[in-house]
């Protein structure tokens, strides 16, 4: 839930400061990348753990091998290998942009 508030409040930025990067196409990825996220929030929160798993005690959760989480990221976000580059390099442009509006010459969380 935390990173669909920060993109919402990079589109938040991008449309104050159009001059600064906030192009159209930045803008419509900014809502595709919440929609990702918002499509993954969905598919945890409706059953993306199925039964079983290893655990000692039930109320303590379930753990389940390392590579189930790329098979969520498969099935909820559509995100692989093969294109998780992209979306990094987007998710860094937007970042460094915001940091230009900002006046911070650091890269980090805006």
Request: aromatic residues 8%; glycine residues 12%.
């Amino acid at each position: 839930a935390g990173c669909i508030g920060e993109v919402a409040r990079a589109i938040g930025y991008m449309q104050a400061h159009p001059e600064a990067g906030g192009t159209k196409s930045m803008l419509d990825n900014l809502v595709k990348l919440k929609s990702i996220f918002l499509r993954l929030e969905d598919h945890l929160d409706n059953g993306a753990i199925p039964p079983g798993g290893r655990t000692t005690n039930p109320s303590e959760g379930r753990s389940f091998p390392g590579d189930y989480i790329f098979e969520i990221f498969k099935t909820a976000a559509l995100l692989t290998y093969d294109n998780h580059g992209v979306m990094v390099e987007f998710i860094k442009k937007v970042s460094d942009t915001i940091m230009e509006i900002r006046g911070t010459a650091s890269s980090g969380t805006p």
